[in-house]
């Protein structure tokens, strides 16, 4: 009898653990209980008011060098935002590494003061940091809040074009 509750207590410890291994499995890999999405409705779907202004940063071991497009048109706005849109993204748990940063991309609304930064960390991981304003009714009043994220994401099935953004910074 005793041996029996043994073999029942050691099978049931080993399926706490295999389903403790497969749950870190999931998070750390696949991001399963983390913010999924492409950019559009994770990041861009944020900024109701849109953006004028865009700040690109070329980061090199000569030196960082900074470009400015101040009053951007809808379709300058859109060459640079389109790179971004569509990419699936998963948000990692650990920040990444910022020693490979190659370029920093503002979009801000000078009149609002919203702003989205995206650092390119490599090919397939960026990070991000925006500030959001938004609006919340309660019956007659009205809140302004700010919403304010900063995150790291996993490209899937998608990579970034640096020499789309090459280009881009050069016609700045």
Partial sequence: MVSRLNKRALIIIIIIICVYISLNFLEDNIGFFYER???????FSNFENGFNKITMTKESIKGDITKELRNASKGQLNEISSEFRDFKLIMQ????????????IIFSNTETDE???????NKRNLH??????????????INRLVENKDRTYKIWFDKIDYEFLAHYFESL
């Fill in 93 to 104: 748990k650990n920040g990444g590494s910022y020693v490979d940063v190659n370029y920093r």
């Fill in 37 to 43: 999405g492409t950019f559009e409705e994770l990041i």
């Fill in 128 to 141: 991000v940091n925006m500030s959001a304003r938004y609006e919340e009714k309660d019956g007659k009043v």
């Fill in 115 to 121: 702003h989205l930064i995206i650092y390119t960390i």
